[in-house]
Nanobody, 124 residues
Framework: QVQLVESGGGLVQAGGSLRLSCAASGRTFAYAMGWFRQAPGKEREFVAAISWSGGSTVYADSVKGRFTISRDNAKNPVYLQMNSLKPEDTAVYYC??????????????????WGQGTQVTVSS
């Protein structure tokens, strides 16, 4: 069984930065990993994903150029570096793991394991 634990969320002013981490128990080094977010009253949406090797990434248009997903398979975590944060980035951010082989995917139903989420609040 895979367990995912997010950390690094918090309160930041607009224009600031945060780095989220996702620590996994189990054999996730071979899994593609993704970040999603859910704002109050809205559906959970895709943010970014990375292949098992780290060689392929995909981003939502709303975060391109501001967020960077990365992973260090030797040390386990998957990171989401968030720069130039905006109030509309406020949400609970979730880490997810996709067991299937292939490119990183951007649909919720593609992911098999989920963390509990970490709150990110961006003040204006």
């Amino acid at each position: 069984q895979v367990q995912l634990v997010e950390s690094g969320g918090g309160l930041v002013q607009a224009g600031g930065s945060l780095r989220l981490s996702c620590a996994a128990s189990g054999r996730t080094f071979a899994y593609a990993m993704g970040w999603f977010r859910q704002a109050p009253g809205k559906e959970r949406e895709f943010v970014a994903a990375i292949s098992w090797s780290g060689g392929s990434t995909v981003y939502a248009d709303s975060v391109k150029g501001r967020f960077t997903i990365s992973r260090d398979n030797a040390k386990n975590p998957v990171y989401l570096q968030m720069n130039s944060l905006k109030p509309e980035d406020t949400a609970v951010y979730y880490c997810a793991a996709d067991r299937r082989v292939g490119p990183p995917r951007d649909q919720l139903y593609d992911y098999d394991y989920w963390g509990q989420g970490t709150q990110v609040t961006v003040s204006s």
